[in-house]
């Protein structure tokens, strides 16, 4: 079952992404910081954070949202299954509800960021394999030697 998420999901939420073993310290607080601002203010701005539940147990969550002075398009900010679920479905359903969703505001285009370190091989499939396109990398972007690869994929004409 896909949900919204609520401000009680939050620390279940960011144990599964420091569980996941892909974000750093750093990220686990800014995500926090994420779903704090979600519940204040955020989701009245259209931003969307759903999760996925399997048993009565949550295992995967995505927060998307309209891209600033753009015209309709989207960023998928954040998608996290838990480690031992991974590449088991919750994340393609995860993704494909967030395009739906996208697709239902009118939004025609949904852009993902990614890191170049050898560990993220498996996400940058993961999008190829939906039909995302590799648009760009900006080299060194997170650090030496780490760059930020981009995928779009249009969802609308």
């Known amino acids: 079952m896909i949900r919204p998420i ?12 420091e569980g996941t073993r ?8 800014a995500l926090r910081e994420v779903l704090d601002d979600y519940h204040k203010m955020n989701h009245a701005q259209g931003h969307r954070s759903v999760l996925i539940e399997q048993s009565g ?10 891209a600033a ?18 590449a088991k479905g919750a994340g393609t359903q995860l993704l494909h509800h967030a395009e739906e969703e996208i697709r239902q505001s009118q939004g025609r285009i949904l852009f993902i960021e990614t890191s170049s370190q050898a560990h993220y091989e498996l996400t940058r499939r993961f999008y190829l394999k939906h039909k995302y396109e590799q648009a760009a990398v900006l080299r060194d ?12 994929k249009r969802l609308s004409e």
């Not at 295992?59 to 309209?66: K, R, T």
């Not at 002075?69 to 991974?86: F, G």
């Open 6 to 17: 609520a401000p009680a999901d939050t620390p279940t939420l960011l144990e599964l992404a």
């Open 22 to 29: 892909f974000f750093r310290p750093l990220e686990i607080v």
């Open 57 to 66: 147990q949550i295992v995967g969550f995505a927060y998307y949202a309209p």
């Open 69 to 86: 002075m753009t015209d309709r398009s989207w960023y998928l900010y954040w998608i996290a299954v838990r480690l031992n679920l991974q």
């Open 141 to 152: 972007f997170y650090a030496d030697s780490d760059d930020m690869v981009v995928f779009r």
